[in-house]
């Protein structure tokens, strides 16, 4: 049976071993090697302490493509042209699907054509020895990230080739991102993650383990946002994680998103544990992006704005180019700098918004009953607790592929473009809580002059690429 238990040494090294069979580069992972590897690092390329360190939000850019030399040029220009604080290594799809075999044949096209056949770095591909290459080459530390379900072997062969901070969660990497996935079984799979980054924080090398934030992206109510992430990081601490970075993903309402951020941190605080380094990362606009690249520029600078307030310990940035798909370095680079002329401008003026601790208030109670109800469910052990509120729909994403996840509830934007939840389904909420979402909803019903349908729903998912915040009707105010 499931258990929030950490996993037994000897279980731990059998499981090591047995995924490690999965492709020809595993078997050149030695946990003692690697960790003689990390203790060689710099101070400035050891991720954890680097971010809790930051004085000042960094900044970090998503990138992967599959030939070696083209990813250390591409992080090269981001660390250079960008200014980019902290580095990424985003993984192809083939790896996240476990696929090495496609992986492997298309990183072979890479290298015979010169073109970018897959849509990111195949590390297990490249394995150890090509991991720490990477890693040798550039200044700025670099984070794994991916959106892997199972990714027990991406972590041996990563972690071992010397990346210490690594991105995803039996949740965040399974709700949002997969349909046939069973939660119970990512669960597992990500307690053998979790656990190994702990084994090797017990030798000294803390390894960064950071949920994704942002979800489905696509309008997720920020207190389902901080639930999930509160839940994953529960998880990782029964494992031996030391360091973890809760993300959120923006939703556009300035107010809203600085109290999230801030209702994050301090959930985190309170559930984590003293003993616990917890930072946030900030993900700019995870939704459709104007295809007019000024336009696209107004976003991130939006976004930017978000984050020179609420002052997370990391961002991760956006480029003008979203709407076209992957961006060239190039515009990868100006999206990085856009936010840091806009964090930097602002910063240092200390603004405070009105409306800021009520929503801080709301966001705290509504998150705080979404995890109590995971730990009831599971009397005291989350993993259970998670299981039985997936099933249940005590606990739901919205816009979710998954057969985990009930997929029920539906949320929208208020009249002052906030996330409320329009259709709460068996969502664990109090009354309270609902009746606050459901009058602010009406007020937007009244001035717009229609009922709360879901058409409502429907406008507000396209509004911010229509060059809007609010999906409102035609002729309305």
């Known amino acids: 049976m499931l258990r929030d238990e950490p996993i037994p040494g000897e279980q731990l090294r059998r499981i090591d071993e047995e995924i490690r069979g999965n492709w020809p580069t595993g078997q050149a992972v030695d946990f003692e090697e690697a960790i003689a590897f990390h203790e060689s690092l710099p101070a400035s390329k050891r991720f954890a302490d680097v971010l809790e360190a930051a004085e000042k939000p960094l900044l970090q850019p998503r990138a992967g493509v599959p030939r070696l030399d083209d990813q250390i040029d591409l992080l090269e220009h981001l660390q250079n042209a960008g200014q980019a604080d902290l580095l990424p290594t985003t993984i192809d799809s083939y790896t996240r699907d476990n696929e090495y075999e496609k992986a492997q044949q298309g990183l072979d096209d890479a290298r015979a ?5 897959l849509n990111g770095f195949p590390a297990v591909n490249h394995g150890v020895d090509g991991c720490r290459e990477l890693i040798e080459a550039l200044d700025a530390p670099i984070e794994v990230r991916h959106g892997t379900p199972d990714a027990r072997l991406l972590a041996s062969i990563t972690f071992a080739g010397g990346f210490q901070s690594f991105e995803g969660g039996p949740i965040s990497y399974n709700i949002p991102y997969t349909k046939e996935h069973d939660l119970e079984e990512t ?11 702990g084994a090797y924080t017990e030798r000294g090398v803390r390894i960064n383990r950071e949920p994704f934030g942002p979800l489905t992206g696509t309008l997720v109510p920020p207190c389902i946002a901080i639930a ?3 839940i994953e990081g529960m998880l990782a601490v029964t494992q031996g994680v030391r360091s973890i970075t809760l993300g959120y993903g923006q939703v556009g309402n300035l107010v809203q998103d600085v109290a999230a951020l801030h209702a994050l941190r301090s959930l ?3 559930y984590l544990g003293d003993d616990v380094a917890v930072t946030t990362v900030f993900h700019e606009w995870m939704g459709g992006f104007p295809p007019d690249e000024a336009r696209a520029n107004g976003v991130i600078g939006l976004g930017g704005m978000t984050a020179a307030v609420a002052q997370p310990d990391k961002v991760i940035t956006k480029s003008p180019q979203e709407f076209q798909g992957v961006p060239t370095k190039e515009a990868n680079a100006a999206g990085l700098r856009t936010t840091r002329q806009l964090v930097d401008m602002v910063i240092e003026q200390n603004v405070q918004l009105v409306g800021v601790d009520r929503e801080l208030n709301l966001i705290q109670k509504a998150s705080r009953e979404l995890i109590e109800e995971v730990l009831a469910l599971g009397d005291g052990d989350v993993a259970q607790g998670t299981l039985a509120a997936f099933d249940s729909g005590a606990l739901d994403v919205p816009f979710a592929p998954s057969d985990s996840a009930k997929g029920d509830v539906l949320p929208a934007r208020d009249d002052d473009g906030r996330i409320r939840i329009f259709e709460f389904a068996d969502l664990a909420l109090s009354d309270d809580v609902k009746e606050i979402h459901r009058n602010r909803l009406d007020s937007r019903a009244d001035t717009e002059g229609r009922d709360q349908t879901f058409r409502m729903v429907a406008d ?3 509004a911010i690429s229509d060059g809007k915040l609010i999906g409102r009707p035609q002729g309305g105010d």
């Open 113 to 117: 054509d010169g073109e970018d056949t």
């Open 268 to 270: 985190g605080e309170e």
């Open 187 to 197: 669960i597992r799979h990500w307690q053998f993650v979790d656990r190994l980054a």
């Open 228 to 230: 999930v992430m509160v």
């Open 460 to 462: 507000d998912v396209d």
